[in-house]
């Protein structure tokens, strides 16, 4: 028999998934507003999600309003101070600091959401929305990488269409016979993608940096520390795959899940959200795995998620409705809805980790990624990544060495963090 702590925690998750600690009763004619970046799948997603939704609640309805990436971040900085747009907003987790300090979202109220059922619940890297005493947001789902592999390209290539790379040395030699140029030596198709502005930032930081005996960040992510020996191999090793190999190019095809998507890529190492735009593709036939082991056998990965929040514009009888909807959105029905549309993981535990989706032979390797995965702290994520970016450019376009190329990389992020952590 439980005892009072335990059906207490379980009476708070029970309340909390159903948004009924504390909301008010279903509020009459009211409309909240819902934005979140243009992306074919999550639009699918949450279109169905705001019909489940309005259907259990018809005194609310939710207008669903998404913009392009690249234009997200300034659209809702310029409506929220304005007191327009969205009531309910998704955001980056590495965007938080920035939301927060621009007074663009609220704490959670604890009463619809609870910190001990937060906490019991959901994956433990959820913790990094809080700040202070508040949690400013919660996620539908998290993600992680793992590599796909074109099956079709694979076979052509005489691979087995049903075995990934085990190992970094394995994913060279695979991306070897899988890469095909023309007559004038021009890439017609690469072994590996590379996309520093995609997902291959934070396998090099989070991933290869570890495998190869470093550390990337020391300090609980306030100092930089991959400008070291352990930082050189994992940037040649990646660097390689262009400059030694010739099997990849950055910028081929724009983006590596464009040149994936077109069959003229052999493997792209991605996010699990990646799976519903893949399952799109007519006559694409892939494989995932999870990500190659180092060259000790070491396993890391990046877990990621994108966050529901309440803004500071959602007041009145309009917070009411929001927290009804952020419950809604952060429930066991809704993260399962989620995984099968976009194909990112369930946020709770208990939802990832249920038999059907362990089972599954495309979400294991995400989910089996979860085990060992790292969240990068960002102060200003989009900053960091551009540092990256502008890392790998200077060795590939102007012959940097690789020493100074991280050393400069290093001490570019770490102003960006000392700005931040010194203002704080």
Request: aromatic share 12%; charged share 20%; proline share 4%.
């Amino acid at each position: 028999m439980a005892g009072f702590g335990g059906i207490r925690r379980m009476a708070l998750a029970t309340a909390f998934a159903l948004g009924l600690c504390g909301a008010a009763s279903a509020a009459q004619a009211v409309e909240i507003e819902y934005w979140q970046y243009f992306y074919d799948s999550r639009v699918k997603a949450i279109d169905t999600l705001i019909a489940k939704f309005e259907a259990d609640n018809p005194g609310i309805t939710v207008k669903h309003t998404n913009f392009p990436y690249a234009d997200y971040q300034t659209k809702v900085a310029a409506a929220i101070p304005a007191g327009e747009g969205p009531d309910v907003v998704q955001l980056f987790y590495g965007w938080l600091d920035n939301f927060v300090a621009a007074k663009l979202i609220q704490p959670l109220p604890t009463d619809t959401f609870p910190h001990d059922a937060i906490e019991a619940d959901f994956f433990p890297m959820v913790k990094a929305m809080k700040r202070g005493d508040d949690y400013y947001g919660l996620p539908t789902a998290v993600r992680s990488l793992a590599i796909f592999w074109n099956k079709r390209l694979f076979e052509e290539a005489g691979l087995d269409p049903e075995k990934a790379p085990a190992n970094l040395d394995e994913l060279v030699q695979f991306a070897q016979k899988l890469t095909k140029k023309d007559d004038g030596g021009n890439l017609t198709q690469v072994g590996i993608t590379m996309d520093m502005n995609g997902q291959d930032h934070q396998w090099w930081r989070e991933v290869l940096v570890r495998q190869f005996g470093g550390e990337p960040y020391l300090n609980d992510y306030k100092t930089v520390n991959y400008a070291n020996a352990a930082g050189a191999k994992a940037l040649q090793y990646y660097l390689d795959f262009q400059t030694k190999y010739g099997v990849s190019q950055l910028g081929f095809m724009d983006e590596g899940q464009a040149a994936f998507k077109a069959g003229r890529a052999g493997m792209t190492i991605d996010g699990s959200f990646r799976l519903g735009s893949f399952d799109a593709v007519r006559g694409l036939k892939y494989g995932v795995a999870e990500l190659p082991a180092g060259p000790d056998g070491t396993r890391s990965n990046y877990a990621s998620y994108w966050v529901n929040a309440i803004t500071t514009k959602a007041q009145g009888e309009k917070l009411e409705a929001s927290k009804k909807f952020l419950a809604f959105l952060t429930s066991p029905e809704a993260m399962q809805i989620w995984l099968e549309t976009v194909g990112e993981l369930p946020a709770r535990r208990s939802v990832a980790l249920s038999d059907k989706n362990i089972a599954n032979p495309v979400y294991a390797p995400f989910i089996k990624g979860l085990d060992y995965a790292h969240t990068t702290l960002f102060v200003d994520e989009a900053a960091e990544r551009q540092v990256s970016m502008d890392m790998v450019n200077r060795v590939v376009l102007q012959n940097q060495p690789v020493d100074a190329a991280l050393a400069e990389a290093a001490k570019a992020e770490q102003e960006i963090l000392d700005r931040y952590y010194q203002k704080k």
